[in-house]
T-cell receptor
Framework: DAKTTQPNSMESNEEEPVHLPCNHS???????IHWYRQLPSQGPEYVIH???SNVNNRMASLAIAEDRKSSTLILHRATLRDAAVYYC??????????????FGKGTKLSVKP | GAVVSQHPSRVICKSGTSVKIECRSL??????MFWYRQFPKQSLMLMAT?????????EQGVEKDKFLINHASLTLSTLTVTSAHPEDSSFYIC?????????????FGPGTRLTVL
C-alpha cells in the first residue's frame, strides 16, 4: 500500500479554519485518497474521500493537488468536537474492488477555545 | 451512515482466560469484516480480514490460533482472544464493508477495550 506522510500534531483555535496536509508522493492512478478521524476512545469515523477533483461534504473539504502527490483536508470552522486524530489513507480501487484501509500515524488535532 | 456495533465495550479478564468480542452490522449486510488492534498512543493495526462463510485472512505476525475469527453470518463477526495475557490488553476495533454503498464504504465499530490482569 502506498504510504502517506502527515504532521504528528497541529493546533487550531475554535471557529477558525484548519488545513491538515498529507503527502503521498508514491500514489498510483488507482488510489483513492480517504480521510478518517478518530475521537478519543472511539472507532474511526469516515470524513471524506476523493480521486482527482476537490470534494466537499457537510463535514469538510478535500483539496487534491493537480499531480495528486499531496492533499489537504479543510475544516472550515473548527469546533472543540473536531479534536481528534486525522488519518489520510490511500485506498486501492481496481475493477470495483476496494483495497483494505491501512492506517498510518495520523495528525493529532488540538482545538483551543 | 451505516452503523456497526461491538459488544462488550470493555472487558477485564484474568490471564489465561478466553474473551469473545462481537461485531454486528446493524442496518446492512457485510460480506467483509475487518478486525483492528490499537495500543495506547499508536495507530490502528489491521489484524485480519474475514469474509462471510470462509476462513479469515490474517496479517503477518498475527497468530490465527490465538485470535479466532468467525464470520458466520452477513451481520455478525466474532473475535475470540484465547488464553489472553496482559500483552493482549488493547483496544480492539471491528469494521464492516457495505457492498451496497456507492464506494463500497467501510464503517467502524466503537471499539472494545480489553484489559487482561
Amino acid at each position: 500500500d502506498a504510504k502517506t506522510t502527515q504532521p504528528n500534531s497541529m493546533e487550531s483555535n475554535e471557529e477558525e479554519p484548519v488545513h491538515l496536509p498529507c503527502n503521498h508522493s508514491t500514489i498510483s492512478g488507482t488510489d483513492y485518497i480517504h480521510w478518517y478521524r478518530q475521537l478519543p476512545s472511539q472507532g474511526p469515523e469516515y470524513v471524506i474521500h476523493g480521486l482527482t477533483s476537490n470534494v466537499n461534504n457537510r463535514m469538510a473539504s478535500l483539496a487534491i493537488a493537480e499531480d495528486r502527490k499531496s492533499s489537504t483536508l479543510i475544516l472550515h470552522r473548527a469546533t472543540l468536537r473536531d479534536a481528534a486524530v486525522y488519518y489520510c489513507i490511500l485506498r486501492v480501487n481496481y475493477g470495483g474492488s476496494q483495497g483494505n484501509l491501512i492506517f498510518g500515524k495520523g495528525t493529532k488535532l488540538s482545538v483551543k477555545p | 451512515g451505516a452503523v456497526v456495533s461491538q459488544h462488550p465495550s470493555r472487558v477485564i479478564c484474568k490471564s489465561g482466560t478466553s474473551v469473545k468480542i462481537e461485531c454486528r452490522s446493524l442496518d446492512f449486510q457485510a460480506t467483509t469484516m475487518f478486525w483492528y488492534r490499537q495500543f495506547p498512543k499508536q495507530s490502528l493495526m489491521l489484524m485480519a480480514t474475514s469474509n462471510e462463510g470462509s476462513k479469515a485472512t490474517y496479517e503477518q505476525g498475527v497468530e490465527k490460533d490465538k485470535f479466532l475469527i468467525n464470520h458466520a453470518s452477513l451481520t455478525l463477526s466474532t473475535l475470540t482472544v484465547t488464553s489472553a495475557h496482559p500483552e493482549d490488553s488493547s483496544f480492539y476495533i471491528c469494521s464492516a464493508r457495505d457492498p451496497a454503498s456507492y464506494y463500497n464504504e467501510q464503517f467502524f465499530g466503537p471499539g472494545t477495550r480489553l484489559t487482561v490482569l
